[in-house]
């Protein structure tokens, strides 16, 4: 007999909810919350609104499965990223944040069909079914541009995390709130949802077994979800997942991948400034452009890395998840020898003098390698198509946001002592904005992936009062992100609409601009919410 889902017991009284899940130490190590009210999970302003989309999909979900008791809902949200573009691969810190737009996965645990269910409040999606006895070896086909891929990535990894536990039957219904292709992680969020809803569905079908379910932490979750992600066809990185996983209201997130997985909340020394979040609505979906976006830059900046490591004499690199060297055992390897950034800054540019760029030949021979090795090493499992590879311009931009980023976590850390002064303060602002302007210019000139919207969108922030703006993400599309003083931002938003969308998009509906643009706030990650219903 369905049971009622209490979202109530408000809690918050600021604009953000209450950082309750975050006790001011190691983010990583603790587990995904379970919660009972929505105030815990969205601020004041965003709460409404998703008070009301929650409870269409309760009554959307009890129409679904009218004799079905809800078990729990799991939600996992997307991200900006602040500065750290392209550098979470190559195991440089990243400073993403998670925002209010998310994926959420209603479940009821404990059919008798043996089977996973899956309804999208999306009609897009159509309904999906799959026996659980046949997902134990489940091959996913990362040819083929399917929905449901993403539940199979989280299933995949459900069973590597708990090799021994069964999966119950879950009758699912799934809405998404994060544009596909904007650069703010719709995948990741959906694969960290679908992963918690499985190991959650695993601990509530067998609440008092020794099961492992009960031991797995925010850290393997992300560590499984970076993997799972994998099966879709993108080499990805693990920031996102992160972000969705680690996220604390109010806070940045510095993440480290080296030398192990950490994420610090960083909290913001001033609140006089907003991030205002801009979808270019050119959609970037690398899962289809990997071969020659991200994947691509995967490869180079992959095999830069063993490139220099093998013409300066580093010897054999450590080896990221079983793919290759990586810039930051460069770095580290340099650093072992006395030479620092800007000197391993010099060496990049010794070794790749090629303006135009390298061959595979070429890059055979500078790794001393054959082509054929090459290929089946860097290019087989995530194919990419290229004529040269750009490995000095991808390798300085690697280096440098590094750079950035540690600038960047330096001021959010030691804000200037004199902000009671306005100009202080502004001061302030504008130089850690103009870190996020420096990114974008290097993401577009040296790493490549920005585009002709991207650009115009970044610029037109700057000559709207932002303090800086940058693309953020995978780019080749999606969105930017820009700091904002704070008592602009209604006014920013609003010139943004008329100099960009209204411009663009003739015709564009009011609400389509709306999903497209949005101030936002650092947002609680993952959680599982459980109303006044038996589990
Ligand atoms: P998007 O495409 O914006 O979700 C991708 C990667 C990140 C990171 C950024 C670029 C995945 C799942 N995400 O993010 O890890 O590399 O690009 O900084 O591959």
Not at 241 to 259: I, K, M, N, T
Not at 409 to 427: I, Q, R, T, V
Not at 458 to 464: C, F, I, P, R
Not at 516 to 531: H, K, M, Q, Y
């Amino acid at each position: 007999m369905p049971q009622s889902f209490d979202f109530s017991t408000p809690t918050s009284t600021g604009s953000t909810p209450p950082s309750e899940f975050y006790d001011g130490s190691d983010a990583v190590s603790s587990y995904v919350p379970v919660i009972s009210s929505l105030s815990a999970v969205y601020s004041k302003s965003a709460l409404p609104a998703q008070e009301q989309r929650w409870g269409s999909l309760v009554a959307l979900f009890r129409q679904l499965y009218p004799n079905e008791d809800l078990t729990f809902i799991a939600r996992s949200p997307g991200r900006v990223n602040l500065i750290g573009e392209h550098i979470d691969y190559s195991l440089f810190d990243v400073l993403p944040m998670a925002i209010t737009q998310d994926v959420v996965i209603a479940v009821h645990v404990g059919g008798a069909d043996g089977q996973i269910i899956l309804n999208n409040t999306d009609p897009r999606f159509p309904s999906r079914i799959f026996n659980i006895a046949d997902l134990k070896d489940i091959e996913i086909d990362a040819t083929v541009h399917e929905w449901s891929n993403y539940f199979l990535a989280g299933v995949k990894g459900a069973l590597s995390l708990l090799p021994l536990a069964e999966i119950p039957s879950m009758h699912c219904l799934i809405d998404g709130r994060i544009p596909t292709g904007s650069g703010l992680s719709s995948s990741s969020a959906f694969v960290c949802a679908a992963l918690l809803a499985i190991v959650t569905a695993v601990k509530a079908a067998a609440p008092h077994s020794e099961s492992f379910a009960n031991a797995v932490t925010k850290s393997d979750l992300v560590q499984s979800a970076v993997v799972s992600e994998r099966y879709v066809g993108v080499n990805s990185g693990g920031m996102d997942q992160s972000a969705s996983v680690f996220g604390v209201p109010g806070h940045a997130l510095r993440v480290q991948f080296y030398p192990e997985l950490k994420a610090t909340p960083v909290a913001f020394q001033s609140d006089e400034f907003a991030f205002v979040i801009a979808n270019t609505l050119v959609v970037a979906d690398k899962h289809v452009t990997g071969p020659i976006h991200y994947n691509l830059r995967v490869v180079e900046t992959t095999l830069a890395a063993e490139i220099l490591a093998n013409q300066c004499g580093l010897g054999p690199l450590p080896i990221r998840d079983g793919f290759g060297g990586t810039l930051r055992g460069v770095v580290e390897a340099f650093k072992a020898r006395g030479v620092d950034i800007p000197g391993v800054m010099n060496k990049v540019n010794e070794v790749f003098s090629k303006p135009e760029g390298y061959t595979l030949a070429e890059t055979a021979q500078l790794l001393g390698q054959s082509e054929v090795e090459i290929t089946q090493k860097y290019m087989t499992r995530f194919p990419v198509r290229f004529e040269r590879f750009q490995f000095r311009a991808r390798a300085l931009h690697v280096l440098e946001e590094a750079e950035r980023v540690k600038k960047y976590c330096e001021m959010l850390n030691h804000a200037p002592a004199d902000h009671s002064d306005g100009d202080g303060e502004e001061k302030y602002l504008r130089a850690l904005a103009s870190l996020m302007t420096a990114s974008h210019r290097s993401c577009r000139d040296l790493f490549d992936c920005s585009c002709d919207e991207l650009d115009e969108l970044a610029n037109l922030a700057v000559t709207n009062g932002a303090y800086g703006s940058r693309l953020t993400g995978a780019g080749w599309g999606g969105a930017t992100v820009s700091l904002v003083p704070k008592d602009k931002a209604v006014e920013f938003v609003d010139c943004l609409k008329k100099q960009y969308y209204l411009k663009r998009f003739p015709g564009i509906s009011e609400d389509k601009i709306n999903d497209a643009i949005c101030i936002t706030e650092p947002a609680l990650g993952s959680a599982v919410l459980v109303g006044n219903y038996n589990v």
